[in-house]
Nanobody, 123 residues
Framework: QVQLVESGGGLAQTGGSLSLTCTAS????????LAWFRRAPGKERIFVGS????????TGSETSKGRFTVSRDNARTTMTLRMTKLEPEDTAIYYC????????????????WGQGTQVTVSS
């Protein structure tokens, strides 16, 4: 099995920055598509962005606008979410997910999930 652990969550101020890291363990890391999802209070879990072994990316709304950036380091078996210009609406639990299949924005297509890390943006 692939194990995923998120870290780096915490409290940030509006307009600030925060970086999250997903650390993977298990076989075939480079064959895994990695993705970030988030679940805000009272809302469904939504797609943030994904990256393949060669860093082909699918971007969600915030990454498309340039506030968030997804990247991966295959040598360190990690994926990073760099968040800037944070807003209170970014408050959510952020999840790392992985699949040995194709890139997808649908959570049902991902086989492995971390437990999540809380990000809180003060207003």
């Amino acid at each position: 099995q692939v194990q995923l652990v998120e870290s780096g969550g915490g409290l940030a101020q509006t307009g600030g920055s925060l970086s999250l890291t997903c650390t993977a363990s298990g076989p075939s890391f480079n064959n895994q598509v990695l993705a970030w999802f988030r679940r805000a209070p009272g809302k469904e879990r939504i797609f943030v962005g994904s990256t393949t072994w060669n860093d082909h990316r699918i971007t969600g709304s915030e990454t498309s606008k340039g506030r968030f950036t997804v990247s991966r380091d295959n040598a360190r078996t990690t994926m990073t979410l760099r968040m800037t210009k944070l807003e209170p609406e970014d408050t959510a639990i952020y999840y790392c997910a992985a699949t040995s299949g194709i890139s997808s924005t649908r959570e049902v297509d991902y086989e492995y999930w971390g437990q999540g890390t809380q990000v809180t943006v003060s207003s």
